[in-house]
């Protein structure tokens, strides 16, 4: 299986900030790298697809980069409505997608 | 716009088997070329994607789960459902329904249901 690993598992920051969160995986992927937000209670919402496309919809602040293994969501400008758990997630090894354990963005 | 609506009991007995029905409404389920997952997510813990299942009945399952799990498919009431069998207490979670899509030959999970939570327990 492919294991997809989060860093940091927890951060904190302000609103305005510049957030980054990476997502590594064991063994190459190719751009088939997905982001999801997900907040409390609440089903996880597609940001980016294929590493750094920016699903309809959702604000320009939210960014993706990377190939391979290594990749990176970034968040230009933190809002509130930003505080949320983080999911990376492989879609280049079927039939076993799997995610990133998350990565939680608190309020400083 | 199309919505998710995952249903079925929410207390299944050890052993037992779990059973779960995502509605869905907005769209035809066998239009265009989607498919169809399950996740699910223990409380407090990370996302597990279980499988998913083409109108076409063709099905990719996590071999993690293979042995336990069935998926299926009816168009004619827009509705996949998931069963898994020979449940235990580890089989606690939410469980999320979603739609795929592909673009580029990248594969996403872009439409979600809200989300049932399924106990087990005696």
């Known amino acids: 299986d492919i294991q997809m690993t989060q860093s940091p598992s927890s951060l904190s920051a302000s609103v305005g900030d510049r957030v980054t969160i990476t997502c590594r995986a064991s063994?190459?992927?190719?751009?088939?790298l997905n982001w999801y937000q997900q907040k409390p209670g609440k089903a996880p919402k597609l940001l980016i697809y294929g590493a750094s496309n920016l699903q309809s919809g959702v604000p320009s602040r939210f960014s993706g980069s990377g190939s391979g293994t290594d990749f990176t969501l970034t968040i230009s400008s933190l809002q509130p409505e930003d505080f949320a758990t983080y999911y990376c997630q492989q879609s280049y090894s079927t039939p076993t997608w799997t995610f990133g354990q998350g990565t939680k963005v608190e309020s400083k | 716009q199309v919505q998710l609506q995952e249903s079925g009991p929410g207390l299944v007995k050890p052993s037992q088997t779990l059973s779960l029905t995502c509605t869905v409404s907005?769209?035809?389920?066998?239009?265009?070329?989607?498919?169809w997952s399950w996740i699910r997510q223990p409380a407090g813990k990370g996302l597990e994607w279980i499988g998913r299942?083409?109108?076409?009945?063709?099905?990719n399952y996590n071999p993690s789960l293979k042995s336990r799990v069935t998926m299926s498919v009816d168009t004619s009431k827009n509705q996949f459902s998931l069963k898994v069998s020979s449940v235990t207490a580890a089989d606690t979670a939410v469980y999320y329904c979603a739609r795929g899509d592909t673009t580029m030959s990248y594969y996403y999970m872009d439409v979600w249901g809200k989300g049932t939570t399924v106990t087990v327990s005696s």
């Open positions: 299942i083409f109108t076409t009945e063709n099905t």
């Open positions: 063994q190459s992927i190719s751009s088939y």
């Open positions: 907005g769209g035809s389920i066998g239009s265009g070329s989607y498919h």
